[in-house]
């Protein structure tokens, strides 16, 4: 058995993690951690975590684990993540410390780097993109959850050199998207038959995505406009792309869209938590679930390419995919423990 810690589990992030590590059969879940609720049961604490008898941990007090998922926020998690790398556990970090590469480019969107020297090593946790990297990886930087529904749209084209560099995203996200901590804009009153776009001057995920991007195609001059939108539902992220293939690539009519459908078929055909959906997806469909469905189809009038994707953002888009990476690390089956379907309705 693998001996597992996690710090935080008082976030969404972490309560996520806690949830499917109950279950997943190769795991041995030896303590966690959480500031506020310290010294109470985690089954107290959290009553849905039905017997998960074990006290809540002071960070510092969490030691001796093969690998540890931290769900802090950022910064903190860099500091978290350095002591137990240097205690020689593994790590998946699920903040965004360690994600983008360039060191620049992380105190542009976020704050001067607690720990640079960890950049070059951390394999970036899109599981379908970085799978080899991942095996012998110590340290893994779980992407954003608007990235990885980003990404794995646009990855077949990007990577096939089939596409213009301009790149429109329009994502929308449920609450639990900002955390479980309290603020106005995630005030019931605020969200509730609501929607509103923000992030319009920059939004943190697009550097993420930019990158990820350029390494599909280095040469291409990307040009991406990413746009989020809150949306008063409690988990799941619908993006919509637009993108224009390159001049004669595709015909816009049912031949060239059959073709592009099965151009992405062909590209997700071994994945087990990708689907390419035959009708536009929905949020619902992958609720509670690691699925991403993706389906790609065309705008025939305006000559466009538009993919819609899906995915639930704390499974997928955090702790689903952190395990998932966990799996790849130990040579488990990349399914273990995330199995479970989507809650429907
Ligand atoms: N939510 C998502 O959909 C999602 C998706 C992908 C990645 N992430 C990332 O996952 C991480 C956790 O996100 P989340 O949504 O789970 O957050 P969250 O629910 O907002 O958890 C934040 C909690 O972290 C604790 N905390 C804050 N600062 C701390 C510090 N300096 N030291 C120790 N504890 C601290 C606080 O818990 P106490 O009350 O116990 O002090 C706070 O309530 C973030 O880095 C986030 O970017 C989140």
Redesign the pocket.
């Known amino acids: 058995m693998i001996r597992a810690g996690i710090i ?1 589990v ?6 996520e993690l806690a949830r499917i590590l109950k279950n997943h059969g190769e795991i041995n879940l030896v303590g966690v951690t ?4 310290a010294g109470q049961n985690l089954d107290e604490a959290f009553p849905f975590l039905d017997s998960m008898n074990m006290p809540i941990l002071e ?1 510092d007090a969490l030691e001796g684990v093969d690998i540890i998922f931290s ?7 860099a500091e978290a993540c350095v002591r137990h790398l240097e205690q020689g556990s593994r790590v998946v970090d ?3 410390d360690f994600r983008l590469k360039n060191v620049d480019e992380y105190e542009e969107w976020y704050q001067p780097h607690p720990a640079p020297t960890y950049l070059e090593e951390a394999v970036y946790g899109l599981t379908e993109l970085h799978r080899k990297e991942l095996t012998d990886a110590k340290l893994v930087a ?1 992407p ?2 608007y990235p990885t529904g980003a990404v794995l749209g646009l990855a077949p084209l990007a990577q096939a050199g089939l596409i213009q560099s301009d790149v429109i995203v329009d994502s929308k996200s449920g609450v ?6 309290l603020s106005l804009t995630v005030h019931y009153s605020e969200v509730n038959e609501n929607v509103s776009a923000y992030g319009l001057d920059g939004h943190r995920h697009y550097p993420e995505i930019v990158q990820e991007l350029r390494d599909a195609s280095p040469e291409t001059p990307w040009r991406v406009t990413f746009t989020p939108h809150l949306i008063p539902m409690t988990r799941g992220i619908l993006s919509t792309i637009y993108l224009t293939p390159n001049d004669g690539e595709f015909s816009f009519d049912e031949s060239g869209k059959k073709r592009l459908q099965e151009l992405y078929q062909e590209h997700y055909r071994n994945e087990p938590f990708v689907r390419v959906a035959s009708s536009p997806p929905q949020t619902k469909q992958v609720y509670g679930s690691n699925m991403t469905l993706v389906y790609p189809t065309m705008d025939f009038r305006a000559g466009r390419i538009v993919v819609v994707t899906v995915l639930d ?2 499974v997928k ?2 702790a689903g995919q952190a395990i998932q990476n966990m799996n790849v690390m130990y040579g488990l089956p990349e399914n273990q423990g995330l199995e479970g379907l989507a809650i429907y309705p």
């Open positions: 935080n008082t976030g969404y992030a972490g309560i959480g500031r506020s609720m960070e769900a802090l926020p950022h910064k903190a998690s699920i903040s965004a779980n954003g959850c639990s998207g900002a955390g479980r901590t953002n704390l888009g955090a």
